[in-house]
C-alpha cells in the first residue's frame, strides 16, 4: 500500500466525496487551493472571518438538502460559533423531533507542539462530548482519518472531526481511491495487541503510546494499544474487552485531565462491575497539566504528555 | 400587485388565526395544559401574513422565540402546533419541542428558536442552498429590535450581499426586548433600517402594522432575491399587546396609555384591515364574525385533537438524538 501523509488523507477523502456527490460543498475562512482548482469557488468558497455564521448556515444549508463541510481550521476559532454548535447544530434533530436531518462535517486542528502558545495549542474536545447530538472522531493515523472523514461526510448528523496538528506530516499506508475505504464511526481500534496493560490513547498520543510499548516489551511488559478514533459514541466495549483481558488501564491524552474524555474513558471501566472486578490496579491518566499551553519550548514540552511519562505511568500501574 | 379582496380575506382569516391561536394559547397556558413559556404574537400579525403573503411554496423562513405568528403565516397545521403545546405525541415535534420549538421543515418554516438572533445563520445558509439550487428559492429571517444588536445579523448581512443571496432580513421592531425600550440600547434611538446603507442594500421602514406596506415591501425585496440581485433589509415598526411571555407575574414597566394606544383600531392591523375591507365593499359584519366563527372552530378542533394525542412514553426522550 502507498504511504501518504495525514494531510494528504485527509484532503484526498473531500475529493474524493465531492466527486461522489454534487451536494458536498466546503467552506473556509480561506479557499483549500487543490479544491478550489477541481471544484471552483462555487463548492470551495471562501468565507470571510465568521465562524459563528459559517457554523449556522451549514446547519441551514444542511437542513436544506446539501452536505456542507465547515472547516474551522483550529478549535480555538469555533468558540465564537459556540452558539451554532451548542445550541443550534447538537439539538436541532432533537428538538424538533427528527423532521428534518443534519448532516454536516465541521473540522478543526487539535493539539499542541508547535510553540504556538496558549490559543493555539488547545485539544478542548471533552467539552464537545458533553453534548449530546455531537458525533466526534479524532483520528490519528492517515488511514482512520481518511475513511472517518469519508463515513462523517455521508453520515446524516454533525460530525466534528478533531484532527491533530503535530500529525499532518506524519506518514502512513491508506488504500487508493478505487478502494473507496469508509472506516465506521464508533468502532475503536487495537493499534498493538497486548496481555499485561491497556493503553486508550487519543490522537498524536497514540503515537507516544505505541513507542512506550515497544521500550516496555524490552522490559518484559506487555502493553496492548487502544485507539478509540471516534470519542463520540465511544466504542466502549471494546475497550471494556481490552481491560477484562489485561486487567489494567491507563489512558494517555494530550488533552487536560479535568472532565477529558480521558475521565470518561475511565469511569466506563469503573462503573461496569464486571471490568471493575478484573482491575488489578488503579486506573491511572497522563495527560497535558493543567494549565493553559505556554509558549517556550521547555515549559509546553513540560506541560504535555509523552512516551515518557506514559512509559513512566505504565510501570507505576504494573507495581500498584 | 395590489392585493385583491379575496386574498385580502385570506390574510385576514389567517391574521385572525394568529390571534385567537394565541390568545387560546394564553388561557391554556394558565389553565395549565401548556408547559413552560408562551411569547404571543398578537399586535404583530401583519408582518408574518404580509411577509409570508409574498412567498411561494418552497420557500423557506427561519422564526425567533416569538413563533406561532410565522408558523401560522407559512402553512403550519394548527391541530400539529397546538399538540406540540400540549406536550404531545402528534405535536410537530412528538413534544420534544414545545412553543418556542415549533418547525415545519415541509412548509419550508426552519423552526421557532429560542436563542436571541440564533437562527439568523440557520436561514442565510438555507438561501445560500437556495442560491445553489437555482431554482429561484429565497428565504426570510425574521428577528426582533433585541436581535438586530447581537453580532449574527451584521455577520449576515455581509455575507448575504458580499454573496448576492436571495433572503430578506426582516426585522420585527415592537421597540422591547423584553423590559428594555430599544432606545436605550440599540443607536439611531432604536432605529434599525439605517444598517443596510453598510451593506449597500435596500432597507426600508415600513408600518409593520399595515398589511399593505408590509407586503408591498417583502414582494419588492423577493422579486430582488429572485432576480439574483441580493438581499434587503425590512424594518417593520409595531407593538406587542401582550407582555414578554405569558408567565404569571411577569412585570411590564411599558406605559399604560402605550400599551392600549397601540390597541385603539387605527393602529390594531386586524381591525385596520377590517375596516378597510368594510369600507370598499368587500367584507360585512356579519362575514367577518363568521370568519370569527370558522377561526375560532378550527382552534377548537386543535385542542380536541391535542387533548386526544397521548403524552410521549417517557422512553421516547432516547428518540431523535440523531438521524438514521
Ligand atoms: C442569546 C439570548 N439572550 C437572552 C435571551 C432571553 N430573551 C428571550 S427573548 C428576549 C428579548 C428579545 O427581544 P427581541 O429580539 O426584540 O424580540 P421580541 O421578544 O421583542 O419579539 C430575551 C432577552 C435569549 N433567549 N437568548
Ligand atoms: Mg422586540
Not at chain 1, 493539539?111 to 495549542?121: K, P
Not at chain 1, 506524519?170 to 465506521?184: H, M, R, S
Not at chain 2, 433589509?233 to 392600549?260: C, F, M, N, S, V
Amino acid at each position: 500500500m502507498r504511504e501518504i501523509t495525514y494531510a494528504q488523507a485527509g484532503l484526498e477523502a473531500i475529493q474524493e466525496e465531492m466527486r461522489r456527490d454534487p451536494k458536498v460543498f466546503y467552506m473556509c475562512t480561506d479557499a483549500i487551493p487543490p479544491l478550489a482548482k477541481e471544484f471552483g469557488t462555487e463548492r470551495m468558497r471562501a468565507t470571510p472571518i465568521a465562524e459563528s455564521t459559517m457554523t449556522g448556515m451549514a446547519i441551514g444549508a444542511a437542513g436544506s438538502g446539501y452536505r456542507p463541510i465547515c472547516d474551522w481550521r483550529q478549535v480555538t476559532f469555533c468558540f465564537v460559533a459556540m452558539d451554532q454548535i451548542v445550541n443550534q447544530a447538537a439539538k436541532i434533530t432533537y428538538m424538533f423531533g427528527g423532521q428534518q436531518k443534519f448532516p454536516i462535517l465541521y473540522r478543526a486542528g487539535v493539539g499542541g507542539g508547535g510553540r504556538l502558545a496558549a490559543q493555539h495549542s488547545q485539544s478542548p474536545y471533552s467539552m464537545f462530548m458533553n453534548m449530546s447530538g455531537l458525533k466526534i472522531i479524532l483520528p490519528s493515523t492517515p488511514r482512520d482519518l481518511k475513511g472517518l472523514l469519508k463515513s462523517a461526510i455521508r453520515d446524516n448528523n454533525p460530525v466534528i472531526s478533531f484532527e491533530g496538528n503535530r500529525l499532518l506530516q506524519t506518514k502512513g499506508a491508506v488504500p487508493d481511491a478505487e478502494a473507496d475505504e469508509l472506516i465506521p464511526l464508533g468502532k475503536a481500534e487495537v493499534k498493538r495487541e497486548g496481555n499485561d496493560i491497556t493503553v486508550v490513547a487519543l490522537a498524536w498520543a497514540v503515537h507516544e503510546a505505541l513507542a512506550a510499548a515497544e521500550m516496555l516489551a524490552k522490559e518484559g511488559i506487555s502493553v496492548e494499544v487502544i485507539d478509540p478514533r471516534t470519542i463520540a459514541p465511544l466504542d466502549a466495549e471494546t475497550i471494556k474487552a481490552s481491560v477484562m483481558k489485561t486487567g489494567r488501564l491507563l489512558v494517555a491524552d494530550e488533552a487536560g485531565p479535568v472532565c477529558g474524555a480521558s475521565a470518561e474513558i475511565a469511569t466506563l471501566v469503573s462503573e461496569d462491575p464486571a471490568t471493575f472486578r478484573k482491575l488489578k490496579a488503579p486506573v491511572k491518566r497522563v495527560c497535558a497539566l493543567f494549565v493553559p499551553i505556554p509558549y517556550s519550548p521547555g515549559l509546553e514540552d513540560h506541560v504535555f504528555p509523552n512516551r515518557t511519562k506514559i512509559a513512566d505511568g505504565i510501570r507505576a500501574v504494573m507495581a500498584a | 400587485m395590489p392585493l385583491g379582496p379575496n386574498t385580502l380575506r385570506e390574510m385576514l382569516h389567517t391574521m385572525q388565526t394568529i390571534r385567537r391561536f394565541e390568545e387560546r394559547a394564553s388561557a391554556d397556558y394558565h389553565a395549565g395544559k401548556i408547559y413552560g413559556v408562551v411569547h404571543c404574537y398578537i399586535g404583530e400579525e401583519a408582518i408574518a401574513v404580509g411577509v409570508c403573503g409574498a412567498l411561494r411554496d418552497g420557500d423557506q423562513i427561519i422564526s425567533t422565540h416569538r413563533g406561532h405568528g410565522h408558523c401560522i403565516a407559512k402553512g403550519a397545521d394548527l391541530d400539529r402546533m397546538m399538540a406540540e403545546l400540549y406536550g404531545r405525541r402528534d405535536g410537530y415535534c412528538k413534544g420534544k419541542g414545545g412553543s418556542m420549538h415549533i418547525a415545519d421543515f415541509e412548509k419550508g418554516m426552519l423552526g421557532a428558536n429560542g436563542i436571541v438572533a440564533g437562527g439568523i445563520s440557520i436561514v442565510t445558509g438555507a438561501a445560500l442552498a437556495a442560491k445553489l439550487d437555482g431554482k429561484g428559492g429565497v428565504a426570510v429571517s425574521f428577528f426582533g429590535d433585541g436581535a438586530s444588536a447581537a453580532g449574527p445579523i451584521h455577520e449576515c448581512m455581509n455575507i448575504a450581499a458580499a454573496w448576492k443571496l436571495p433572503i430578506i432580513y426582516v426585522c420585527e421592531n415592537n421597540q422591547y426586548a423584553a423590559q428594555t425600550p430599544a432606545s436605550t440600547t440599540i443607536a439611531r434611538q432604536g432605529e434599525i433600517v439605517h444598517r443596510a446603507a453598510g451593506y449597500g442594500i435596500p432597507g426600508v421602514a415600513i408600518d409593520g402594522n399595515d398589511i399593505f406596506a408590509v407586503h408591498a415591501a417583502a414582494e419588492e425585496a423577493v422579486a430582488r432575491a429572485r432576480a439574483g440581485e441580493g438581499p434587503t433589509l425590512i424594518e417593520a415598526r409595531t407593538y406587542r399587546w401582550r407582555a414578554h411571555t405569558e408567565r404569571a407575574g411577569q412585570p411590564d414597566y411599558r406605559p399604560k396609555d402605550e400599551i392600549e394606544g397601540w390597541k385603539s383600531p387605527d393602529r390594531d392591523p386586524i381591525a385596520r384591515l377590517v375596516a378597510h375591507l368594510k369600507r370598499d365593499g368587500h367584507l360585512t359584519d356579519a362575514e367577518f364574525e363568521a370568519m370569527d366563527r370558522q377561526v375560532l372552530d378550527a382552534i377548537e378542533r386543535s385542542c380536541a385533537f391535542a387533548e386526544k394525542s397521548p403524552f410521549p412514553a417517557p422512553d421516547d426522550a432516547l428518540d431523535d438524538v440523531f438521524a438514521a
